[in-house]
Nanobody, 117 residues
Framework: VQLQASGGGLVQAGGSLRLSCTAS????????MGWFRQTPGKEREFVAAISRSGANTYYADSVKGRFTISKDNAKNTVYLQMNSLKPEDTAVYYCGAGLWVGNANYWGQGTLVTVSS
């Protein structure tokens, strides 16, 4: 499975961004899709995940109520809508495809989100 993430950029605190991740080369609906993020010197951390059917979503406490994960199986794409962004959300965001929540066997290339104060 190949994953291509896009949508990162520079935004002011309180602003919004939407990340997209399109999959190819596999059966998109077979995977739990997730978003993770990483800052320099820290381990990659879980942000959000969505079940194979899209019926269930999961969030890290730090983003709950501000971020929304969704997917379109027909387009093989998962999205992360990020609202009320904070400077501490600044990171490289990665999409991942795996077998369970918090796991990824396949990774996208990462897209940088920078939130200025």
């Amino acid at each position: 499975v190949q994953l291509q993430a896009s949508g990162g950029g520079l935004v002011q605190a309180g602003g919004s961004l939407r990340l997209s991740c399109t999959a190819s080369g596999g059966t998109f609906s077979s995977y739990v899709m997730g978003w993770f993020r990483q800052t320099p010197g820290k381990e990659r951390e879980f942000v959000a995940a969505i079940s194979r059917s899209g019926a269930n979503t999961y969030y890290a406490d730090s983003v709950k109520g501000r971020f929304t994960i969704s997917k379109d199986n027909a387009k093989n794409t998962v999205y992360l809508q990020m609202n009320s962004l904070k400077p501490e959300d600044t990171a490289v965001y990665y999409c991942g495809a795996g077998l369970w929540v918090g796991n990824a066997n396949y990774w996208g290339q990462g897209t940088l989100v920078t939130v200025s104060s």
